[in-house]
């Protein structure tokens, strides 16, 4: 029997996993989300950390990436190498990529380094007839090893070459991308494309073999806009499995060092050599090449030959490896990956969202990270994020893969347009430093890509820039004037740091535009948020859907009874959550005898007779609740928020709900049989009509 079993699930976007000990008793707890993870030790929390997304910086102009080439190269003739030991079921596959998809004239040199699997030499026999005159065959009579074999045809061509491994399948019209460089800058001496497995070369995962099992030709067509900045990307070395060799730095350096025989390191020698000669190895970033890695050495033999070959390289060239890591920390090279990473996974991908978001956090992030968890096992998520300095931040989320980069946000709408996009999603885009911009943005990039657009309420910053309809003095205004109305914009531009530089009417005149001519649908989470929106923009009354948002299950809880009353509020309790009413309660509980105020979370400031729990895990909350034997949840909040979590999740515990007459919670909460709307904000009289309340239910449960 094992001394331990592991069990894993997945609940509402948090992996568990839980081990036991004879299978039967729980001992320890591992939670991990999209940006924290969690250990308890029986029933203790040892260790708990917070993700923080390391964003670097583009170095890239993004316009000039995406400019057509200009130069045409296609009669220029190439000599493609191939030296072949065994890998008999990856011959045919290359051979047919060659013949298909070469789009430069071209000359095969295929050497057949003795192989012992006797199926190779008749197939040579056949591709040569194919090929006719475009293809040399050559025979060693001994097995020489690869670089000795690269050696034999290298001193027989004419041109520049490639160097092919046999475990590599060619997309359409690779050549003319991967000799560009060569035939239009003179210093170049070494180009290798992206690949499932080349090291530095390797996308989406850098130094790894990546599974590649997409459509080679679909990840090509998006790829080949990008027009690399070759004076920028100088690197240490190439990738011998796909490299075009200038022919003029063939000429200077001489060949392949053929103290690596067998291969691997050869062509980091080679590269090394070529920039002491003034030559650059750079990278064709608009090709992918599929690469099996193993056509013909076993792991073991292959590391070996690398633990070797590499020792030889590093006595030769000491900041061979330190020009490495740098090259991968490079900010350059990164922001290139990035976009490659970004149209790979788009050529993946059943369906593209862009998700227009805020960088507050909260409840709209709980909700965007929900439905990319959702989402992303077949539709790649890109998220846009803008702030009141002007920083854009652009991440991407793709089953288990994420990406993420600082950029301009020009850059970063130039971007996106080379990515062909299903829906574009304005979910929150009220931490942005010019929002109205960003609406004339998306409506470009919707027209450029045929998207859809999705609008979310998940605020009233559509009708409001104060973003819920609360005005200066803190009072819900319900936006009565429209020249009451302009008197927030210097609290909004002053408090969030943003500078929106238009009327209140040209607000409502953009936004109506934006919604009731480009928006396709508008969700909103409560039937008041719909009701306002269809007040404020009565042409979006028939794109409105109400979707409330998914709430994880908590159970009941279960309150002792005892004499006092006890009223929790929920959340961190800012001035629109409420804080100035529990600020005029706090002053004045004391004459209230037997009466707690608690608030199961954090207040803007601290509050001297009403206790503060603190931060909290959702799970723990029903716990909390009756620790602290709560009577009923109160809801102080001053504005109509459009779902309210802490809500559903009172009522979900079974526990009595008040809020005052507005939004999404007095609607739930007036249908709810133990709920109490409060029809006037009056702190002292709402929690004398809450307590009265409290005493009625227990009453009715006598």
């Not at 308890?40 to 995406?66: D, G």
């Not at 019209?173 to 494309?193: E, K």
């Not at 996106?416 to 943005?441: C, G, Q, R, W």
């Amino acid at each position: 029997m094992n001394i331990v079993t592991k069990k894993e699930i997945t609940q509402d976007g948090v992996r568990i996993w839980k081990y036991y000990l004879f299978g039967c008793i729980p001992y320890l707890t591992k939670e991990r989300t999209y940006k924290s993870r969690k250990t308890v030790l029986f029933n203790i929390c040892v260790s708990k950390h917070l993700y923080k997304f390391t964003y670097f910086r583009n170095t890239l102009n993004i316009t000039n990436l995406f400019q057509k080439k200009e130069i045409d190269i296609s009669d220029n003739p190439i000599d493609i190498i191939i030296p072949i030991y065994n890998g008999f079921d990856f011959l045919n596959n290359l051979f047919h990529s060659i013949e298909q998809n070469t789009d430069l004239p071209y000359r095969i040199f295929a050497v057949n380094d003795c192989s012992t699997d006797e199926r190779v030499q008749p197939l040579l026999e056949t591709w040569n007839k194919t090929f006719g005159s475009k293809m040399i065959v050559i025979n060693n009579n001994i097995n020489l090893g690869f670089v000795k074999s690269v050696n034999i045809a290298l001193k027989q061509s004419s041109n520049h070459i490639v160097l092919l491994n046999t475990d590599v399948i060619l997309p359409k019209n690779w050549a003319s991308r991967l000799f560009y460089p060569i035939f239009t800058r003179q210093n170049v001496g070494s180009v290798a494309p992206f690949s499932n497995s080349a090291t530095i070369f390797s996308i989406p995962k850098i130094c790894e073999n990546n599974n590649f099992k997409g459509d080679l030709n679909k990840v090509n067509t998006l790829l080949q806009s990008i027009n690399t900045p070759y004076e920028s990307i100088k690197l240490p070395t190439g990738v011998g499995f796909c490299m075009a060799m200038n022919k003029n730095a063939i000429d200077e350096v001489e060949f392949l060092d053929e103290a690596f025989e067998k291969g691997y390191g050869e062509e980091n020698d080679w590269c090394q050599r070529v920039i002491k000669k003034g030559y650059i190895n750079t990278i064709a970033a608009d090709l992918f090449v599929w690469h099996q890695h193993g056509g013909s050495f076993t792991s073991e033999k292959k590391e070996k030959l690398i633990k070797d070959h590499l020792s030889i390289i590093q006595k030769r060239y000491p900041k061979y490896n330190s020009d490495m890591q740098n090259t991968i920390k490079d900010e350059t090279f990164k922001s290139l990956r990035f976009v490659a990473e970004i149209l790979y996974f788009s050529a993946l991908a059943t369906k593209t969202e862009i998700w227009f978001d805020h960088t507050w956090g909260g409840g709209t992030e709980t909700y965007t990270y929900r439905q990319f968890d959702a989402l992303k096992t077949d539709t790649l998520c890109i998220r846009v994020q803008n702030d009141k300095s002007d920083n854009t931040f652009l991440s991407y989320f793709y089953k288990d893969y994420s990406g993420f980069i600082l950029i301009d946000f020009d850059d970063a709408m130039h971007l996106l347009s080379h990515i062909k996009t299903d829906k574009i999603v304005l979910n929150n885009i009220a931490s942005y430093f010019d929002p109205i911009k960003t609406l004339d943005e998306i409506i470009k990039l919707k027209r450029k890509l045929n998207a859809k657009i999705s609008f979310r309420g998940h605020d009233l910053f559509a009708i409001c820039p104060t973003i819920n309809m609360v005005n200066n003095k803190d009072v819900y205004c319900n936006i009565d004037t429209l020249n009451n109305c302009s008197k927030c914009f210097s609290l909004v531009n002053g408090k969030r740091g943003r500078k929106i530089k238009c009327s209140i009417q040209n607000w409502h005149e953009q936004w109506n535009k934006f919604l009731s001519n480009e928006t396709d649908e508008v969700l909103v989470f409560s039937q008041s948020t719909a009701d306002i929106f269809s007040k404020y923009y009565p042409e979006t009354k028939n794109k409105i859907k109400i979707l409330p948002h998914y709430v994880p299950e908590l159970r009941k809880v279960n309150i002792k009874k005892h004499d006092g009353i006890n009223i929790a509020v929920l959340g961190n309790i800012g001035v629109i959550k409420g804080y100035n009413i529990l600020k005029e309660i706090n002053s004045k509980i004391k004459k209230y005898k037997n009466t707690k105020v608690i608030v199961i979370g954090k207040t803007e400031k601290r509050l001297s007779h009403i206790k503060s729990t603190g931060a909290y895990n959702l799970n723990d909350l029903p716990s909390i609740m009756e620790n602290n034997n709560i009577d009923i949840v109160f809801i102080p909040s001053i504005c109509p928020e459009t779902f309210s979590y802490t809500t559903s999740e009172a009522m979900m515990m079974g526990l009595p709900v008040a809020c005052f007459d507005m939004g999404a919670p007095a609607e739930r909460v007036s249908k709810y049989k133990q709920g109490l709307v409060l029809k006037d904000i009056n702190p002292l009289e709402n929690l004398q009509e809450i307590k009265n309340f409290v005493k009625q239910l227990r009453k009715e449960m006598k």
